[in-house]
């Protein structure tokens, strides 16, 4: 499993207010634990910061790791969620994944962790 000891993180500029943080990843890759061929997926990290954020190079460089990695959509998904939990301690995180069409079947996967803050406006 990838190393999360690469992420990093830098101090929240404005730690005292809520705001949504949006991060669109349009390219990864991992690979089908069954049959070992490449899966694609788009990702997006939507949260909302307490006293730290993610450094997005970092971010870039762990979510490289998985291109060697057999693993299943689910877990995937799962497994980038904690690990940035455990990064940033977020005041409440989701993470979301849509995998390209593989037997004519399109899976969109998502995950949350926390609660989101009353107000806060947040895209469908």
């Given at each position: 499993?990838?190393?999360?000891?690469?992420?990093?993180?830098?101090?929240?500029?404005?730690?005292?207010?809520?705001?949504?943080?949006?991060?669109?990843?349009?390219?990864?890759?991992?690979?089908?634990?069954?049959t070992?061929?490449?899966?694609?997926?788009?990702?997006?990290?939507?949260?909302?910061?307490?006293?730290?954020?993610?450094?997005?190079?970092?971010?870039k460089?762990?979510?490289?790791?998985?291109?060697d990695?057999?693993?299943?959509?689910?877990?995937?998904?799962?497994?980038?969620?904690?690990?940035?939990?455990?990064?940033?301690?977020?005041?409440?995180?989701?993470?979301?994944?849509?995998?390209?069409?593989?037997?004519?079947?399109?899976?969109?996967?998502?995950?949350?962790?926390?609660?989101?803050p009353?107000?806060?406006?947040?895209?469908?």
């Amino acid at each position: 499993m990838p190393d999360r000891a690469v992420l990093e993180t830098f101090p929240n500029p404005h730690p005292s207010r809520d705001y949504l943080i949006e991060h669109h990843v349009g390219e990864f890759t991992s690979l089908c634990p069954k049959t070992g061929q490449p899966d694609f997926a788009a990702i997006d990290i939507r949260y909302v910061a307490a006293a730290t954020c993610i450094e997005l190079k970092s971010l870039k460089l762990y979510l490289q790791l998985f291109r060697d990695q057999g693993i299943f959509y689910e877990d995937v998904t799962n497994v980038i969620l904690n690990d940035l939990v455990v990064c940033c301690q977020p005041k409440w995180m989701v993470v979301e994944t849509t995998w390209s069409v593989r037997g004519g079947i399109r899976s969109v996967i998502t995950t949350q962790h926390g609660q989101c803050p009353p107000g806060m406006a947040i895209r469908d």
